[in-house]
């Protein structure tokens, strides 16, 4: 069983200290029974707890609020009401008074404490953008928890932007026309984000990243009940990815994409590709 002492001692092993700017992801069912009444608020309320008190008054608390029903079932995204779909500890926080949610549908963030307007604030038409949460958080060199999550294939979304950063030839620019909602405004504008090509046999798996980061030093690993938590911080997973696509660029994925000549992202233009598509259309797709 989890205790709030033993809690707070992972977290300080980790390196959060008071004052931290720190973004939390968490699988709360893999690390198991924690010392609280066994109810779903009272547990939530262990972790909320924990954490506000290892960042103090002065550090900040922020959560992935994702709503990824957004536009994929016709439903609009309303930043007051649309749930958290991204972990029940994500939803607790997003619902407590003075907790400022981020405006993208899909990568939502939800911050509380005194940075939580400058982490959230504005429109961020685009999801991992410069001026982004994730590209303030970044700036910030905020601290990054994956509670329960550990060296698994997910559970870290900041490593979305960092492909977005650098550039991965497996992702395009979506873009969406459903309404979002701020309260009863209606926002005026198109907002983007990238994902990545449904074929080509694509599979995210953040498995070898992970242990690269770790193998380098560059991130901690603490046992947590029945789990563990990984702890890194914003620069050092943007520092280790400057080698890791230098080397491959794929390094994120749990194979390389079997990609097609003469489809996208191939360049159409391409000699290669052109002589390759004709064969395959009989040349119409050339007039």
């Not at 699988?27 to 924690?34: A, E």
């Not at 547990?43 to 707890?49: G, Q």
């Not at 608390?61 to 649309?82: C, I, W």
Request: neutral net charge.
């Amino acid at each position: 069983m989890l205790t709030r002492s033993d809690f707070i001692l992972a977290l300080r092993t980790a390196g959060l200290k008071p004052g931290d700017t720190a973004l939390v992801q968490s699988d709360l069912l893999r690390i198991g029974p924690v010392d609280a009444s066994p109810n779903r608020e009272e547990i939530l309320r262990f972790y909320l707890n924990a954490l506000l008190e290892a960042l103090g008054s002065s550090g900040t608390l922020v959560v992935l609020t994702s709503y990824e029903d957004y536009a994929r079932y016709g439903k609009p995204f309303n930043r007051q009401t649309s749930p958290s779909l991204s972990g029940a500890l994500s939803e607790y926080v997003r619902s407590r008074p003075n907790a400022v949610r981020s405006l993208h549908p899909v990568l939502s963030l939800t911050a509380l404490g005194p940075r939580a307007e400058e982490i959230c604030s504005g429109n961020h038409f685009e999801g991992f953008g410069y001026d982004s949460p994730w590209g303030r958080l970044h700036r910030m060199d905020a601290r990054l928890l994956t509670l329960g999550y550990s060296l698994t294939p997910d559970g870290m979304t900041f490593l979305h932007y960092v492909e977005n950063l650098y550039g991965v030839p497996y992702q395009y620019t979506k873009l969406f026309d459903y309404p979002v909602f701020d309260g009863d405004h209606e926002i005026a504008g198109c907002f983007t984000m990238p994902v990545r090509y449904l074929d080509f046999d694509i599979e995210y798996d953040q498995r070898r990243f992970k242990q690269g980061l770790v193998d380098r030093g560059l991130a901690t690993l603490a046992p947590l009940g029945r789990g563990q938590m990984l702890a890194t911080t914003c620069g050092a997973v943007v520092a280790h990815a400057i080698d890791a696509f230098s080397s491959d660029r794929y390094v994120m994925l749990a194979q390389r994409p079997k990609f097609r000549r003469g489809e996208i992202p191939y360049d159409m233009t391409h000699p290669a590709c052109a002589v390759d598509t004709l064969r395959r259309h009989g040349g119409d797709c050339l007039r």
